[in-house]
């Protein structure tokens, strides 16, 4: 590498380190734990990640979602496309999001293929689409989470079916808590996550006014059963640490812990869930991050166990 390339690399992985930090505290203090080299191309994964996110709701960094513009999706989404199946075809341009996407691409082969399934869940927001069951959530969890995992554990070394499989369990149980953790902010801009047929058993409504504070019994009844039901992915995940490196295996038991308690925390408020955002304090994440050392430890002389075949399978 010369010492040009070493400088522009330097310069994506600060970008990427930034938009992390910023986005989000819990995936940052995870991150830290890989091993370097690991650490620039999740760093640079999870910018272009967050970039898209932002471009289709109109925010910055995670930041505003309530008054973001989002009037001309469709057109913003095709521009994504556009940009990111130049990055993966060699051609990122200038921009640090895409140029560090390529960067990725180019270290560690992931298909193209994966990115498109990203954007897909975007144009699912996009389209205001609506989710009739909880098999219908899932396929959303997928594209914008579940594949996010998939295309790490390729970042961090590993393509076999069965590790790429239990990442993917891990972001449908992230995302799950997302669902959540944000179904207020969600609803009051119209998106709505939760199955429809959870909803009509609680006799909530499936548009805006589910955001209405006379629905915070019933809206947690809703949460909590979700919750719920990210418990067996998160359960699931652990079997993919026996074939991740160890501070690979530490990071991302990390990341599990961190998140696992954010869903917990939604579920022990009830009603009230929803008056401040759940979070992990600095000791909290100090905890997990101990916590998670142990875990990864133990899986050295761990083998995995079988996936269970009720969880959601992923595209092949």
């Known amino acids: 590498m010369t010492a040009a390339q070493a400088t522009g690399d330097a310069r994506l992985v600060a970008h990427g380190t930034a938009a992390i930090r910023t986005g989000s505290q819990s995936f940052a203090a995870a991150a830290r734990l890989f091993a370097p080299e690991v650490r620039e191309s999740a760093v640079m994964l999870y910018a272009w990640c967050r ?3 932002d471009v289709v709701d109109g925010q910055v ?31 990122p341009g200038d921009d640090p999001v895409f140029a560090g996407l390529a960067e990725v ?40 989470a579940g594949v996010v ?21 891990l972001g449908m149980a992230f995302q799950l808590t997302n669902i959540a953790r944000d179904v207020v902010e969600d609803a009051a801009i119209g998106r709505i996550y939760l199955p429809a047929d959870w909803l009509a058993a609680e006799g909530l409504p ?22 719920q039901t990210a418990e067996p992915y998160y359960d699931a995940a652990l079997g993919g640490l026996p074939a991740l490196p160890l501070r690979s295996a530490w ?30 304090s600095r000791a909290e994440k100090l905890v997990s991050v101990a916590g998670a050392a142990g875990q990864a430890l133990a899986s050295r002389l761990r083998r995995p166990q079988p996936r269970g075949a009720q969880l959601f399978q992923r595209p092949a």
């Open 206 to 227: 499936a548009d805006a006014a589910l955001a209405e504070p006379r629905h915070r019994d019933a809206l947690a009844r809703v949460a909590r059963r979700l919750v």
């Open 105 to 144: 691409v180019r270290r560690h082969r992931i298909d193209a293929v994966y990115f498109e399934h990203h954007l897909d869940g975007f144009a699912m927001d996009v389209a205001d689409q609506r989710y009739a069951t909880l098999d219908d959530t899932l396929a959303y969890c997928w594209r914008v």
């Open 149 to 169: 995992g998939v295309m790490m554990a390729q970042v961090m070394g590993r393509s076999d079916a069965a590790t790429l499989d239990r990442a993917c369990d």
């Open 51 to 53: 970039h898209c996110d």
């Open 61 to 91: 960094l995670g930041h505003g979602q309530r008054s973001g513009q989002r009037g001309d999706g469709a057109a913003r989404l095709a521009q994504l496309r556009a940009a990111t199946r130049r990055a993966c075809a060699g051609q």
């Open 251 to 280: 990071s991302i038991a990390t990341a599990r812990s961190v998140y696992r308690a954010i869903g917990r925390k939604v579920q022990a408020r009830g009603a009230a869930a929803w008056d401040r955002r759940a979070r992990t």
